[in-house]
C-alpha cells in the first residue's frame, strides 16, 4: 500500500520565518511533487522531481525552494514565510514512464502564517 | 494561466440523483485526464482517469465522458450517494515529457442530501 506521509498536518509560523514541509514516500517513485491548494483555484505545482538532487519549478515557484538528497524525501523550504504563502501543502508522488501513472498525494500541511 | 477549467463549483444532488461536473483544457497536447476525488483532511486519491484514444470510460458508477474535439471531459456520478459527498478535481497531463505533472481545474464540492 503506498504511502505518501508528511511531517505535520498543522503548522502556524511568524511573518519571516524559514518553514521546512517535509514528505516522505515508501513506493520507491521517481517523481515526487509540491502541490499549494486554495479554495476556488484547485491544486497548483510549486516544484516537482524527477531524481534524486533534480528539481524543476512548477507553476507558482516565487517564495519557495525544494531539497531532494534521498528518493524517498522531498522537502519544501519557505525561505521568508508571508502570510500569503497561508494554505495547505500538498506532497505526491509517481513512477516515471512513458505513460503517466497515479499520483499517490498525502494528508497534506495546512499552514498558517501569523 | 488557467489551462484546465472545470464547473460547477459547487453541487447538490439528492440521493440518488446524477451528478455532473464538466472540464475544459486548453492544450491540445494533453494525453491523460485524470479525475481525482478528496474527503475533509484527506489528500486527492485517484478515482477514475480515461487518454484520448476512447471517448468513454466506466467503473461502476462513474464515468468519463471525453471529446476531444470540443477539448472538454466530464464527470458523471449514477445514482449519487451521501458517501460520494467530496470536493471533485479533474486533471490533465502529458504522457513521457512532463514527468507525471498534473494541471488541474478549479475543483467542484458536491454534496449529496440523503
Known amino acids: 500500500d503506498v504511502k505518501v506521509t508528511q511531517s505535520s498536518r498543522y503548522l502556524v509560523k511568524r511573518t519571516g520565518e524559514k518553514v521546512f514541509l517535509e514528505c516522505v514516500q515508501d513506493m520507491d517513485h521517481e517523481n515526487m511533487f509540491w502541490y499549494r491548494q486554495d479554495p476556488g483555484l484547485g491544486l497548483r505545482l510549486i516544484y516537482f522531481?524527477?531524481?534524486?538532487?533534480?528539481?524543476e519549478k512548477g507553476d507558482i515557484p516565487e517564495g519557495y525552494s525544494v531539497s531532494r538528497e534521498k528518493k524517498e524525501r522531498f522537502s519544501l523550504i519557505l525561505e521568508s514565510a508571508s502570510t500569503n504563502q497561508t494554505s495547505m501543502y500538498l506532497c505526491a508522488s509517481s513512477f516515471s514512464g512513458l505513460r503517466n501513472t497515479e499520483a499517490f498525494f498525502g494528508q497534506g500541511t495546512r499552514l498558517t502564517v501569523v | 494561466q488557467q489551462q484546465v477549467k472545470q464547473s460547477p463549483q459547487s453541487l447538490i444532488v439528492q440521493k440518488g440523483g446524477i451528478s455532473i461536473i464538466n472540464c475544459a483544457y486548453e492544450n491540445t497536447a494533453f494525453d491523460y485526464f485524470p479525475w481525482y476525488q478528496q474527503f475533509p483532511g484527506k489528500g486527492p486519491a485517484l478515482l477514475i482517469a480515461i487518454r484520448p484514444d476512447v471517448s468513454e470510460k466506466k467503473e461502476g458508477r462513474f464515468t468519463i465522458s471525453f471529446n476531444k474535439s470540443a477539448k472538454q471531459f466530464s464527470l458523471h456520478i449514477m445514482d449519487s450517494q451521501p458517501g460520494d459527498s467530496a470536493t471533485y478535481f479533474c486533471a490533465a497531463s502529458l504522457d513521457g515529457t512532463s514527468y507525471g505533472k498534473l494541471t488541474f481545474g478549479q475543483g467542484t464540492i458536491l454534496t449529496v442530501h440523503p
Open positions: 522531481s524527477y531524481d534524486v538532487k533534480m528539481k
